[in-house]
């Protein structure tokens, strides 16, 4: 509740609340009405005006009534120029909150905006940090298909080395039996043809004696019987001959 001075029966000063402490008085705020009113303190009632949009206050009014100060409210009907000054300002407060109102939407786009921007570049970041891992992937990969290609590379040389030994290695062993299979072979004919030569020996041989003794089977017999006889002593021998010695062994005998 608001207090007022009053000297002398006139108001003095303005609508405050009671001072702490007054001239000697200690604690002032809390005496009661009729106390303060002793040291010149009134209690203050406002009483508004009736008005309306078309009025305007002029100032204040203070009347002491009894026991209390009543302040009035004082008014007149306002002038067409501060009709037509306050449209403007309703007209100029209007376009303020349009204005204010599209700036907060603006501000909303903008904040929208960025905001949209920012986890655009959070998603790019994001895009970029794959896009390192995935670099730092393909080259491990790359090193490590390096390496394979070295290992094969050093494996096939190793291969193509081991494989060129054993090629080597077949070949002389295939020269070299190629070599003992030739010499078998010219021995086994030198063999052959000396023992080819000797069965031919024995069977010219053969026929000489056969021959030989055709002729003294022919020219030598006085008798059938004796010259039969010949005959088949001469054909019995070399039948036996022929027989028991096919390779010409029985020769020395004749």
Known sequence: MDYIQVENGEVKGYPQPLPQNWADVSNFYLLEDERVRQYGWYPLRFVP???????????????????????????????????????????LNTKIQRLEEIISIKQEEVQSYIDAQIEHEAFIDSIASDNLKKDDEIIQKDESINQLNQTITTTLSELESNVANQINNINSALDTLSQNVSSQCASKNASQDSEIAALKSQIAALQVTINSLRSSSGGGSTSGGTSTGTRLSATGSASTVGRNNPAGAGRPGL
């Open 49 to 91: 005006a009736e008005k309306t949009e078309n009025d305007v206050v002029t100032g204040q009014s203070f009347v002491i009534e009894g026991n209390e100060v009543v302040q009035y409210e004082q008014i007149r009907p306002k002038t067409q120029t501060e009709i037509e000054n306050e449209n403007s300002i309703v007209g």
